[in-house]
């Protein structure tokens, strides 16, 4: 009786499964990178205090997963910039996950506490392919 | 007797992952981003051999996770730059783990063969903090 159970609701869970993939397909993730440029970058203070500005962004709840970064020691090629101080890099479900992220009073508070802090900001919005 | 087994068990895996914890503190990632400007931006063809090289590289060892991405229909604000047209996101245990990939032959052929289809590459190197 429990094995019949047990291989029924899994033949359940795999039709559910299949229908499910099939009308959900898994969505690719849009993945937010943003590079910061100090206006103080010897000020190990303030680029503190905006590495811990970015990282409250983490309580927004559609961000998946945050990155919050700077410059790794890895060989100086021309390619590579390594003017910029402050790294972050953050996962979406979709454009709309992200616009809310924009509008988010979390993500307020950060501009209106951290804007000063930086002189430059280059965004760049990419989708998994 | 189980039971004292599994509490004697459960101790020692205790004391283990702490020591562990201890002797080996988990290594912030290396995050390796690259942007690709494209010769032909209007050709798909050329933006697709691009595509397909870079996922290639996803067989080199000491490439964790990799994502390979094109521009993402958010928001165009003056920070954006969607001036860009393919991007990649490797995640490295550290810096050596990221040589090993530059000197991989699947980069190299990477290299040979798709290097023809750019005319920009803007490299970051993050680690995590």
Redesign the interface.
Known sequence: MIRRIFIGSAALFGVASIMGFALRPKKK?????V?FWLKNPHSDAEKQQL?SGLKTLAAIPTIHKI?????????K?E???TS?DV?E?MFFDD?AG??IY?DHPIHQAFAKNCSHLWEK?????????
Not at 29 to 33: D, F, R, T, V
């Open positions: 993730p849009l993945l937010h990178y590079f590495i990155h919050v970064g700077v410059l790794a020691s890895t060989e090629r390619v590579v910039d910029w790294s890099l454009e992200q616009k924009q900001v280059v965004v760049y919005d990419a989708i998994d392919v």
